[in-house]
């Protein structure tokens, strides 16, 4: 267990909808990352935050947001769903901004239909 | 497009037996080279790093090698075991600037420890 929770576990929806993944960091932690890993695309970096502010952008969707409240859990909001963002998608955190050892979360499966 | 791929999807090896999984890069700006195993259902767990100055590190039955001549990277696993079977990724880091390292990962390779 990385200390790392995501809810929910499973998510079905439909296509063009909104949904809201949540990840609580390991205590202690600053950073939280986003990953989304598709088997054509492997595991791609979507967005970090540090104490609350948005710190690093990667491969994320203009459809896609991210925030880190003050408790430090932070949520992902996928918008206008398509198929083709089915998909697994991991939080992780580190107690730096930026570290390269990160603990990651069991991921969130979503599942647009 | 992706600077960390890998040369073998899958790797099938005997209980006991060691394992050598290997990584190519192409961006010799890499500051570290990170090892991540991801068991089926779970989320990616660290492993061990290497800074890109370094040839070798080794770890608890784990030992990775930098050849930065030929842009190759590996992971050693000694007398591997049936708990060791996950995908395994390799990942580039680099320092995007005030400390901030941002990872890359490459596609993996499945290990399959057979007993």
């Known amino acids: 267990d990385s200390g790392v929770t995501q809810t929910p576990k499973h998510l079905i929806t439909a296509t063009g909808q909104r949904v809201t993944l949540r990840c609580s960091p390991r205590?202690?932690?600053?950073?939280v990352y986003w990953y989304q890993q598709s088997l054509d695309q492997g595991l791609q970096f979507l967005i970090q935050?540090?104490?609350?502010?948005?710190?690093a952008k990667g491969n994320i969707l203009e459809r896609f947001s991210a925030q880190q409240f003050p408790d430090l859990h932070s949520e992902l909001n996928l918008s206008s769903l398509e198929l083709g963002d089915s998909a697994l998608y991991f939080c992780a955190s580190s107690v730096r901004q930026g570290a390269y050892e990160q603990y990651f979360g069991p991921g969130t499966r979503l599942t647009v239909t | 497009g992706e600077s960390v791929g890998l040369h073998l999807p899958t790797l099938s090896v005997q209980e006991g037996d060691n394992s050598i999984i290997n990584c190519a890069y192409s961006n010799s700006a890499s500051d570290y080279f990170i090892w991540y195993k991801q068991e089926s259902g779970k989320g990616p767990q660290f492993i061990i790093d290497i800074r890109s100055n370094m040839d070798k590190r080794q770890g608890q039955r784990v030992t990775v090698l930098l050849n930065k001549t030929v842009k190759h990277l590996s992971l050693q696993i000694a007398a591997t075991q049936p708990g060791d079977s996950a995908v395994y990724f390799c990942a580039e880091s680099r320092n995007s600037g005030g400390s901030n390292y941002k990872l890359t990962f490459g596609k993996g390779t499945l290990l399959t420890v057979n007993p």
């Open positions: 935050y540090y104490n609350g502010e948005e710190r």
């Open positions: 205590s202690g932690d600053l950073s």
